[in-house]
């Protein structure tokens, strides 16, 4: 932020906050904060995540809600010519008053707001309240006339307030509609002129140099001012001097994660006045770097959609983000920081902040600078049709101007897009005349303008997913745009069908499953943990969804013998069906060039698409990305199919398998692929390699294996095919192929033997041996914080897998020996 001659930090104040509507009693209240985690913390209220506690906790979004504190105002900040109450997060219908006087009305969350209050103020104790009024009131008395397909609010009409989306309910997610003072509140005082922030632009200079544009953005316009600028990279000093160009020799380029490293600059630039007056400083850490979304066209037909950085051609690998917590307010850095690394750790380079929730907080997007996360950014609009009259209008392009302000330095901001679905889910409703010019001055005119006035680098899209002819179903998708792919989940068509298209981009796809039985725990009571119980059921937030993973579960695994057992056979599935998806897209590359999957993480512990857990535990999927996501895959696709006739016979065309090698590593490598046919008991039936070359940006297929032979001598259900992918000295990408459903093939029953070797105080090695083949062998080391270099994979006989681990708190080797649980697919029946 620019630097205010004074300023007065106002979250340390001492806050108190009440039930208005009952008068209740004041106590006291963190800011930023919201009503819902004042009341736990006074146990006022029970956890709203326990059980069927959020059931009970629908009164609070009838109340209204207010927060007041005497802040203490010294002499010297009266003595500037104006004082502003900044307020950079207020949810959301506030009256806010200081010393008995009303200084404003609010009615936007995602609005930082700003008032003169120098007359409202006296030397010493004043009085700051904020007076926050039920949203559900305001939303049944504004903008009556108003209807909209109700997708995920099961009140309705949340569309004709500016609040986060998924607060009234969504199919991952509760219902808890807050209320409170969400980020930073202060006092700033300032004389004169004031600078409001800094436009920076980046262009290439002559030779190896990069020159940055700054423009300086004043609340008047000054003629003559001064610009000492200083640049550093990591506390080194790379450039100083005077004016507003500034120009890198030899820059340090920032790329996505796996693409090259990610040097972050610091440019620090002091402003004075003609008179030699301090103006403002500004300061803010800059990856030099280029990003452009590339929709020129395609010579086999159709458009691209790809994002080029620093003029290199890039497959987005990643994920949908959702709120980090049902209550945002107050979320720290690591709380951000846990999931980012883990998507970096799976090879991601982009995340999609979907625009259900919130523009999410500073430190989301510094991580994701740090990390070489490319940011896809929705503006905040999801699924419904929106009010388009004039007050409406006004709200949201200040929403927009001050998050496109507040984002726009950033590295890793690679998209704004301006709302989630409400193309794909309304095609009628925006046959309308009316409805649909709502729609095209919300999102074709006020936002798009808002991106090219305060940012007028970053491309802009209008919707997530769209097609640039207007096509809904899935051909135009191949055409061009971006995509939703919800057909297998929703619609519960076969997990091939990912396979059918050659779609441009998909922004979404995802299958459910269930949390780990440690995550239930933490809100099941004992006793109370079954699926299609009172409490399992609340954290079940799609109506269909335990019959969905229940029918894909039967697809393709036996009946399971526990219900420990079914929830990791829904994460297997879920894992499955994801890499058959990315595969199939990578396989199809530069044709298609992004698969981002939904969705990253959760906000509560529940059932989800999410490959992260609530608490921090990955599902199979988080492994299995780490490696579908890979730089250099070894990938089968098997173009046959099993299918049923009447009798329930079966009938199958799988015979051949074709063999790919993808890669997205910038550098260059010579590799092996190699492939092995084993028979379940034990028996390689056939071996072959092919030496490859593994160049950036190529899909190549390298062999067909014709498997008619093996299948008419032993059965498909005997069979499992390795694949692996050796470069240099390492095996970097591996995987078993069936040749019908896992549920079909004879698993023998194995024993496996475990080694520990303690490498430090706090890693450990765990070397794992069986005696037969097993299928996404996963272990478990209950009550023990760790992190993990793989799981979920294949054991293959006599072959040891070598896992490290790392742990927080190291426990005794006699402790891990204790608690370690391992299943693969055969012990599940």
Not at 440 to 456: E, I, K, S, T, W
């Amino acid at each position: 932020m620019p630097f205010p001659a004074r300023q007065l930090p106002l979250n340390s104040a001492p806050w108190q906050f009440r039930d208005a509507s009952v008068r209740g009693p004041w106590r006291d209240a963190v800011v930023p904060g919201c009503v819902h985690r004042d009341l736990r913390r006074h146990g006022v209220i029970p956890d709203p995540f326990h059980g069927t506690n959020e059931l009970e906790l629908q009164w609070i979004e009838e109340h209204d809600w207010e927060y007041t504190a005497v802040v203490d105002v010294p002499a010297a900040l009266l003595a500037e010519e104006a004082v502003d109450l900044v307020c950079d997060g207020l949810d959301t219908v506030a009256t806010v008053t200081l010393n008995g006087r009303i200084v404003a009305h609010t009615e936007n969350m995602f609005i930082g707001y700003r008032w003169n209050v120098r007359n409202f103020l006296r030397t010493g104790a004043n009085r700051l309240t904020l007076r926050f009024d039920s949203a559900l009131r305001y939303i049944r008395t504004h903008r009556k006339g108003h209807t909209s397909r109700e997708c995920n609010d099961p009140v309705g009409r949340c569309q004709v307030i500016r609040k986060q989306p998924c607060q009234f309910g969504w199919d991952w997610g509760p219902r808890f509609v807050t209320a409170g003072i969400w980020r930073d509140i202060r006092l700033e005082a300032w004389s004169g002129n004031r600078l409001e922030g800094v436009r920076v632009r980046q262009q290439p200079g002559a030779g190896e140099s990069v020159i940055l544009l700054a423009t300086p953005e004043l609340t008047r316009n000054e003629r003559r001012i001064t610009c000492h600028h200083r640049l550093t990279l990591d506390g080194v000093l790379v450039t100083e001097g005077t004016g507003t160009t500034v120009r890198v020799e030899h820059p340090q380029l920032w790329w996505p994660n796996g693409h090259g490293t990610q040097p972050l600059y610091t440019l620090e630039l002091a402003f004075t006045c003609r008179d030699g007056s301090p103006l403002g400083r500004w300061s803010r850490r800059l990856g030099l770097r280029t990003v452009a979304l590339d929709r020129s066209p395609d010579p086999a037909g159709g458009e691209f959609f790809r994002f080029i950085v620093n003029d290199r051609p890039l497959f987005a690998k990643g994920a949908n983000w959702i709120p980090a917590h049902s209550f945002v307010a107050g979320l720290k850095r690591t709380d951000y920081a846990r999931d980012l690394r883990a998507a970096a750790e799976a090879h991601m380079n982009m995340i999609r902040v979907w625009g259900g929730g919130i523009y999410e907080s500073e430190h989301f997007y510094d991580l994701c600078d740090e990390l070489g996360l490319l940011v896809w950014q929705d503006f905040m609009f999801a699924c419904d049709i929106y009010p388009g009259d004039a007050a409406f209008r006004r709200s949201v392009r200040a929403e927009a101007a001050h998050q496109v302000r507040r984002l726009r330095h950033h590295a890793c901001l690679a998209l704004w897009s301006g709302n989630n679905e409400i193309e794909q889910i309304n095609p009628e409703l925006l046959k309308q005349p009316r409805l649909r010019r709502n729609y095209d001055n919300l999102f074709l005119r006020d936002l798009p303008a808002a991106v090219a006035r305060h940012d007028g680098v970053t491309a802009y899209w209008p919707s997530s997913a769209h097609r640039p002819d207007g096509g809904l179903a899935h051909p135009a998708g191949e055409r061009g745009g971006d995509t939703h792919f919800w057909d297998v989940w929703h619609a519960r068509h076969p997990v091939k069908d990912y396979e059918k298209y050659r779609f441009r981009f998909l922004s979404e796809f995802g299958m459910q499953s269930y949390s780990s039985p440690e995550t239930n725990a933490t809100f099941c009571p004992r006793g109370a943990g079954n699926i299609f119980g009172a409490e399992m059921e609340n954290h079940q937030k799609n109506r269909a969804g335990n019959q969905i993973i229940l029918d894909y579960v039967s697809r393709r695994y036996r009946f399971p013998k526990s219900q420990d057992a079914l929830i990791y056979l829904s994460q297997l599935n879920q894992a499955h069906c994801m890499q058959t998806g990315v595969e199939h897209w990578r396989r199809h590359m530069p044709h298609c060039m992004g698969a981002l999957y939904w969705q990253l993480n959760d906000c509560w512990p529940v059932a989800s698409w999410s490959s992260i857990e609530f608490t921090g535990h990955w599902r199979a999927l988080h492994h299995a990305a780490r490696r579908f996501f890979a730089p250099l895959l070894a990938s089968a696709h098997v173009p046959g199919d099993e299918t049923t006739v009447t009798g329930n016979y079966r009938r199958s065309t799988v015979r051949e398998v074709h063999l790919y090698t993808v890669s997205d590593a910038p550098t260059p490598a010579r590799g092996r692929l190699r492939w092995d046919l084993f028979h379940v008991d034990g028996r390689r039936l056939l071996r072959g390699s092919k030496p490859v070359m593994l160049r950036y940006g190529e899909s190549v297929r390298q062999r067909t294996l014709d498997l008619a032979g093996p299948i008419a001598a032993h059965g498909r259900e005997r069979l499992v095919l390795r694949i692996a992918l050796d470069a240099g000295s390492a095996r970097v990408s591996e995987e078993s192929v069936f040749l019908t459903a896992p549920r079909f093939v004879a698993l023998p029953r194995a024993q496996t033997r475990v080694r520990v070797a303690m490498t430090g105080s706090d890693k450990v090695i765990l070397t794992f041996t069986s005696d037969a083949f097993q299928h996404r062998f996963a272990f478990e080391l209950p009550g023990i914080a760790h992190r993990v270099s793989d799981n979920y994979f294949d054991l293959y006989p006599g072959e040891p897998k070598a896992v490290r681990v790392r742990f927080d708190r190291p426990p005794s080797a006699a402790r891990l020996r204790r608690v370690l649980r391992y299943r693969s697919l055969v012990d599940t029946y």
